[in-house]
Every structure is written in C-alpha cells, then in structure tokens.
DNA sequence: GCAAGTTGCTTCGAATTCGAAGCATGTACG
DNA sequence: CGTACATGCTTCGAATTCGAAGCAACTTGC
C-alpha cells in the first residue's frame, strides 16, 4: 500500500554504509599518525582533545568514557596509562566522593598541540580535500543533527522503569 | 592575508568529531542489536553482508579484510569463528594456490535474512528519522565521495619504493 | 538516622585485536 | 630452470576490550 517503506533500503543502505566504512577508513589513517608521531591511540587522543576543550582541563571519568562513547573499564585502562605517561592526573572530585576528576597535565597539552597540525593535516587531506565548501556545511549540520539526535535517543531497552506496582 | 587556510579548522574539526561520533554511537547501538538477536559482531554481520552481496557469495580473504577494513590476523580469526559456525566455508583459490576463497553457506544466508529486517530498523530509527530526503541524498553521495577518495588515496608513506638506483 | 536502591569507579576473566614472524605459492627476469 | 622478490594466509605473543561482579559513597523516603 504505501509506496514508501520498502523501495528505500537500498539507498538509506548505501549512506549507511558509506558512513561507516569512512569512519573506519579514517580512523585507521590518523591512528597510524598518532601512532607513529606521538604514540597515542585514537581513543587517548580523543580523551585529550576532550580535557583540552573543557574550561578546566577537567572532566569526570563517567563523563568521558560517554563522550568518547567508550566502556567505563575500557576508559579505566586508558586512564591508568595516560596517567602512568603524566598525560593527565586522578584525583576523586571533593564534591563527591565516589567520582574520580581526570585533568590534563601541561606536559599532556603540549603533546596535544604538538600532534594537532599533523592530526589535522591527514583529516584535510583524506576528508576535506574531496569536498566542496559547501558539501562541509551540509555534512557538518547534518551530522551534527543526527549526533543530537541519538545521543537524545533512550537505549530502546530503556531501564526495566521498576514500577512500584506488582504487574511485573 | 589569506582570510581561508586558519579560521577553517574549528568548523571542518567539529565536522570531523561529529562524523567520528556518530559511526561510533551507531556501531554501538548495532552491535547490541545484532549481538542479542544473532549473536553476531558487527564485522561478522558486514563479512557475511559483503558475501551475500557477491554474485557468487564468494570472497577472497584479502579482499575481505580490506574491505571491512580489518586487520589480515584478525580477518583470520573472524573466519574461523564464523566457519565453526557453519556460517561460512573455507577453501583455497584452484587459481591461486595460495588463496583462500570463503563462501557464504545457506544457514549464513538465513541468518542474515533473518537478522536485517532488525538491523535496517535500529539505523533508520537512529540515523534516518532526523534526516529529510534531501539530506539523506547528499549525504550519500558526499561519503561516497570521500569513501572512493581515501580507498584511491595511497598510505602516505608509500611503499618504499625500492628504486634500481642507488640513491636510497 | 537508616534501609533500600542508585551511581561511579575499579578489578577480574575471557574474548578479541593487531603486527611481526613464518610458510607456501606465484611472478619476473636472466 | 633458478634466483630474488612479491603476495596470501596463518600462527604467535602482547596489548586491549568489554561485561559482570565488587565496593564505596550518595540519595530517598520514612
């Protein structure tokens, strides 16, 4: 009955697809780079890029393990390497005692800034180079629209919601 | 001078980032999908989705591991996995001795069918809802774009080269 | 204040991941 | 044909990854 449903997999399919091949793609070509030029991995790059951003330098461990969309013992393990390298330091938030604050070090930003250009440069180059400057605006809005988008969307198996009631 | 090659950065980054994002937030949420109706990874699900798209549901592993973008070793070891599984079979090239061509079974091919309706459900409701038509296209064909681009774009540092001169 | 439930982080074990090394076959060129 | 190199895959070891379990600190409702 409707025509709409069915006929438009195989494009929603190709994009789909595309995204994350790209995604793949890129990201292995600036881990060489990172790797190679300052011996980081993508994720601790992220985690630094992070901190740099934040007003502080500081940002909660929860917080970034989400940001970085990363398991909370996997951001644990990097927080313990950045650490051991005097990336960044751990200390427990004095506002409350169960979490720990995670700050980027000078020696951590100096890194950072020494790594961006390069960063930067291969991003250009394997990204940006290919697109026009209006393509740039088109993708950077339209990403961004479906970033908020799923990060607003609930896990679909939103918490069991334990009702107080005895149904179930 | 020139007002173009500095101030670009912060847009083109945060296009980046976004971009880096959303393939991660996405492959997170597939995963779960694929994992609790299928007991599949997400790169078992695009080695048996690349098969079934072959005219001959057959692949070399080479072939397979770039296109997935995958480590040879660990190409190695997702085809075991999926072999044990009866997902896949493994024989080697009659062209090439060396090869190994995998081939999607029937029960490979049923699992896919049964598990895409689902997949295409969970990337619609995260990645398409937000997007209009018109987004949806020029989506696709920007990444196409960039995807051809970095596949044609050689490793940088590219193979040494080993030039008959002398000179290095 | 305290019992029950949440939340934040780490530890633990098992599975996965990658690059380097190893092996076998294929190819170029004399 | 035979040497030298290239290519395709697997094995190996070390590093990483994740979820489940554990622990400590908060919050709520009384």
């Known amino acids: 009955?409707?025509?709409?449903?069915?006929?438009?997999?195989?494009?929603?399919?190709?994009?789909?697809?595309?995204?994350?091949?790209?995604?793949?793609?890129?990201?292995?070509?600036?881990?060489q780079q990172l790797r190679t030029e300052g011996d980081l991995s993508w994720v601790q790059f992220q985690v630094l890029a992070r901190l740099t951003d934040a007003p502080d330098g500081r940002h909660r461990m929860t917080d970034l393990a989400d940001g970085v969309v990363y398991s909370r013992s996997g951001l644990t393990y990097q927080a313990g390497l950045l650490e051991k390298n005097g990336l960044v330091t751990r200390e427990s938030d004095p506002d409350d005692e169960r979490a720990v604050v995670?700050?980027?070090?000078?020696?951590?930003?100096?890194?950072?800034?020494?790594?961006?250009?390069?960063?930067?440069?291969?991003?250009?180059?394997?990204?940006?180079?290919p697109l026009r400057h209006r393509d740039l605006d088109t993708l950077s809005q339209v990403l961004g629209r479906v970033r908020d988008h799923i990060r607003a969307t609930p896990p679909r198996s939103a918490k069991p919601r334990r009702s107080r009631g005895p149904a179930t």
């Open 1 to 31: 009955m409707t025509p709409d449903p069915a006929p438009l997999d195989a494009d929603q399919l190709n994009a789909y697809f595309a995204l994350m091949e790209v995604g793949s793609l890129l990201q292995h070509a600036v881990e």
């Open 102 to 129: 995670v700050a980027i070090t000078d020696a951590g930003r100096a890194l950072i800034a020494r790594l961006l250009p390069g960063h930067v440069d291969v991003v250009r180059r394997l990204l940006f180079q």
